[in-house]
């Protein structure tokens, strides 16, 4: 059987994480005093410097800030419960986003520098959209698609169809070809600077405005079995840094502490497979193979070295794949569900839970350049 790397993962958020040296000098000086300061600086620069915390200057709410402490503390930072408030007010003030009237010029440039925006004559099915190097191109999209495309929950989550709610009833219909280019001569930019840039064009041309909200909706709660997970510790549980740097599939290179690769085979079966990573990317990356929030109930902390193989589900895309592509023939093996109850002793179940939703509140037709 044949393995092919699944580059387009990384669209999916799910394997954006690769070593880097940790313990660069922390660029937290624009931060001002206080017991916010004290906190990040003892328990934020483990793993990455404090610039993966301030380019988001403006981006998040307090409560997405304190979201992003919440995830932290999974992924291993130490914060008490106190703290996780202390630091979500400290971030807020000092970070946070403000209305656009009061919002300052940030040091990072979050626009293209050109932009076009055309309607696209109706009735064609292909459709793409991403980013390559400084350029976003989308060809044939509806709004809805751009917004889950540059619209992400706190640490770069997309957010599922299901979870996209509201808008004039356009925004699924009609459908759009987008070409923007970062400025010219820039160092590449990041997926995150391109997702930030992407959300700036829409709130600019489409004037698009969304806002956060829980609502009870049906999830699948992952869980343990009865008789316990069979995860794997990872022998080194060091902390795993962040980078930027998109992990490309070498079978030849060992792979990297903290990514998680999902692989096809010609025979059309994916096999997931992580080195060292923590819950909430394995939640991340199973997200991309159902059609529902996934909700850790499993309690399992620690880093993991983990491996499953199923068949893909016959009709849904592979995430993060920008390309309708044919489906191909049933292979056989276990299904997803199945498959992790086998080989990894955990279990999707079906449940309402509140989860997060993005609310269109506002959208109108681009002015066409
Ligand atoms: C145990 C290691 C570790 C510690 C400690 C840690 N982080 Fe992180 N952080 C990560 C990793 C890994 C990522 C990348 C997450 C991803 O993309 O799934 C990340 C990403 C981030 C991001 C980027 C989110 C985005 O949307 O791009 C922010 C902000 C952040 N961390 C803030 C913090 C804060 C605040 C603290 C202290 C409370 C902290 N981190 C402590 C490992 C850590």
């Known amino acids: 059987m044949r393995w092919l790397g699944g580059v387009g993962a990384a669209l999916a958020g799910a394997a954006l994480i690769a070593s880097s040296p940790i313990g660069a000098v922390a660029p937290g000086d624009e931060l001002p005093d206080g017991e916010g300061r004290k906190i990040l600086m003892a328990s934020c620069t483990s793993c990455h410097d404090l610039s993966e915390v301030t380019k988001l200057r403006g981006f998040y709410t307090r409560a997405q800030w304190r979201d992003v402490v919440v995830t932290m503390k999974e992924y291993g930072a130490e914060v008490d419960e106190k703290q996780v408030d202390v630091l979500a007010d400290y971030l807020a003030q000092n970070l946070g986003k403000k209305p656009a009237s009061v919002q300052t010029q940030t040091s990072e440039k979050l626009s293209f520098e050109v932009a076009s925006i055309k309607a696209h ?165 199973l997200q991309g193979y159902v059609d529902r929030p996934v909700i850790d109930f499993t309690d399992l902390k620690g880093l993991f070295d983990f491996r499953v193989e199923f068949v893909r589900p016959a009709l849904i895309a592979e995430p993060g794949s920008s390309q309708q592509t044919a489906p191909l023939p049933d292979p056989a093996g276990p299904q997803l569900f199945t498959a992790i109850q086998e080989q990894l002793g955990l279990k999707l179940e079906p449940r309402t839970a509140p989860v997060e939703v993005l609310v269109v509140d506002h959208a109108e037709h681009p002015t066409e350049d």
Not at 165 to 170: E, K
Not at 200 to 209: H, I, P, S
């Open 121 to 285: 004559p109706a009735g064609e099915v292909a459709y793409s959209i991403g980013p390559s190097g400084n350029r976003f191109t989308a060809t044939n999209v509806p709004l809805r698609l751009l917004v889950q495309f540059a619209v992400r929950s706190v640490i770069n989550r997309m957010y599922l169809d299901t979870q996209i709610i509201g808008g004039p009833q356009w925004i699924n219909v009609d459908r759009f070809d987008v070409q923007a280019k970062a400025e010219a001569g820039a160092r590449t930019v990041s997926v995150d600077q391109m997702f930030r840039m992407t959300q700036a064009l829409l709130e600019d041309r489409f004037q698009l405005k969304t806002h956060r909200e829980t609502r009870d909706a049906p999830v699948y709660a992952l869980v343990q079995v009865k008789t316990g997970s069979k995860m794997t510790l990872s022998p080194d549980q060091t902390p795993i840094a962040r980078s930027n740097e998109r992990v490309i599939f070498d079978p030849k290179a060992p792979q990297r502490r903290g990514s998680l690769i999902p692989l096809r085979s010609s025979e059309g079966s994916i096999r997931l497979s992580g080195v060292a990573v923590p819950m909430p990317i394995v939640v991340n990356t």
